[in-house]
């Protein structure tokens, strides 16, 4: 079985600085690995995955993530955030075709909440 | 193009009533999923769907609930004899192959007096 922590259900910062939002996975076997973004009222869109590869993963927005897996880490950061970028971040993890299908596993989410 | 559409966008029932919540995935998307998101319980899986193969229904909360796929596009997920923790926003996601990005529709926010 899998699954995903997000040890931050709320992350406050100002405008203009960085965030990072955490997620830690465990699974027995190799994983893909997804950050969604849903904005109030509506459904979850993808930020980037983590398929195979390159471990630094650059998604929309300018948000990118890294996947360690010595660590079995895939932090979500942005350099520079915007009041528009407040929303509820989920981190979520599949077995991909070793699973049986891609069936998403899900942290509890972290509400970034940007401030000016 | 079109994305992932669910309706209706809200429902409110009365316990022990039947509701039937549709999905229509994105044209030509073979991969068919159902999530719940709920306060007490986060975002789970319910159950998946992958062309004519036999659905995983692994994340089916009860024998209350059921979902079938009519001709690989629309899918119904049926909740039988409602209950109030059955209360959650219902999700649905297709994605072109079982590898691929899962495109999620807005949900529809069911609601149990």
């Known amino acids: 079985a899998q699954s995903v922590t997000q040890l931050d259900s709320q992350v406050p910062v100002f405008e203009e600085a960085p965030v990072e939002l955490r997620c830690n996975y465990s699974?027995?076997?190799?994983?893909?690995l997804f950050w969604y973004v849903q904005y109030p009222n509506q459904g979850l869109q993808l930020l980037l995955k983590?398929?195979?590869?390159?471990?630094l993963v650059k998604g929309i927005n300018g948000f990118e993530a890294e996947f360690n897996k010595s660590q079995t880490s895939f932090h979500l950061r942005k350099p520079s955030v915007h009041i528009s970028d407040t929303a509820e971040y989920f981190c979520?993890?599949?077995?991909?075709?070793?699973?049986?299908?891609?069936?998403?596993?899900f942290g509890t989410g972290t509400q970034l909440k940007v401030e000016l | 193009g079109a994305g992932v559409s669910q309706s209706p966008s809200n429902k409110v029932t009365e316990k022990g009533k039947d509701v039937e919540l549709r999905c229509d995935p994105i044209?030509?998307?073979?991969?068919l999923y159902w999530y719940r998101q709920s306060l007490g319980q986060g975002l789970e899986f319910l159950i998946y769907?992958?062309?004519?193969?036999?659905?995983?229904k692994s994340g089916l909360p009860s024998d209350r609930f059921s979902a079938e796929r009519t001709g690989g596009s629309v899918s119904t997920l049926t909740i039988q004899r409602t209950q109030q923790e059955d209360s959650a926003v219902y999700l649905c996601?297709?994605?072109?192959?079982?590898?691929?990005?899962?495109?999620f529709g807005p949900g529809t926010r069911l609601t149990v007096l």
């Open positions: 996601a297709s994605s072109s192959r079982i590898e691929d990005t899962q495109y």
């Open positions: 699974s027995s076997v190799s994983v893909y």
């Open positions: 983590y398929l195979s590869g390159s471990t």
């Open positions: 979520a993890v599949s077995e991909g075709l070793t699973g049986g299908g891609n069936k998403l596993t």
């Open positions: 044209s030509g998307h073979t991969a």
């Open positions: 769907f992958q062309g004519n193969s036999a659905p995983d």
